[in-house]
């Protein structure tokens, strides 16, 4: 994931796969978990796209050790599709002797169960432009021609200072390493909270894939972050405009019903045990606080969910009602 500089500084090994898949219907399984954030923004931007028929999509558990993420939400703990234990396998089939960690997410090829890509960045972004025509009808277009530029300004910040940023403060090494990031972080965040308070989405009226980035950090922040990372200036509950965004994001189609909160919090609390060594899971906060009413709507911003179509009522593959 990352190591921990001289100075103290948490630096996140950002080197992967970085191969790119041919869109093809079929050939490839998303490998992602509930728990962790950068996969979540995939497997968030797969839902949006309506790309569940070209690309299937296989689920760790939340926990594991050193070496692997496991798929023991599985019966007999063997994923399905790949027909294997530990996502590890799918490397090793790439890299007999891949030297770097097994993330999540993965596109695997399911032929040759080995791993095309691994890289967050360009797997979600080639979602959203290479794979076009397998997109669902009404699927929103999350990285528009004309908002690239400003999408990739606000996602840069966002991704330093926040996604990351988060984890610049939980694993620092030194007490200057701690309150640099923990600054920086506070910093972006009440930007967010002045930006997002006249605009619906961070970008252009719509939902973007800055929204997409930020969510899963959001959604993970006062269940983990705010006590396990010790970010604790204030909740995102305690941010007004922040809140009623996250609580917008979290009942649109594509991200509330891909989140699942005792999965994010097993992995942190039981995971980290250099942090949390007594591997005591917190019980709040309480998930129906993101179901409470919001006032987003009457913001400017496009609303792209069909009428009448209840997200919580949609049926997915079996394979993604692991919860």
Known sequence: MGNISTGGSFDRDMNYIDDRAIPEAGTYR?????????????????????????????????????????????PNSIDPVLKMGQLRSA????????????????LVEIESQSVVTNDFRTMVKDFCTEWTEFHREDAPDLYPEHLREEIDEVADRVFRTVNNGVYKAGFAGSQEAYEKAFNELFESLDWLEERLSDCRYLVGNQITLADVYLYPTLIRFDMVYHNHFKCNRNKISEMPVLWAYLRDLFQTRGF?????????????FLVHTDINPTGVVPVGPDPQSYHAPHDRAELPGDDWTPPGENPAEESFPDDEKLA
């Open 256 to 268: 509330g019903d891909t989140t699942n909160f005792q999965q994010i919090k097993d992995h942190y």
């Open 30 to 74: 998303l490998v992602g978990a509930r728990a962790c954030p950068w996969a979540h923004r995939a497997i968030i931007t797969r839902r949006l796209l309506g790309l569940e028929n070209a690309i299937s999509l296989g689920l760790t558990g939340p926990t594991h050790d050193w070496k692997s993420w496991t798929f023991d939400l599985y």
């Open 91 to 106: 490397y090793l089939n790439r890299y007999p002797d891949y030297p770097k960690g097994i993330t999540v997410p993965a």
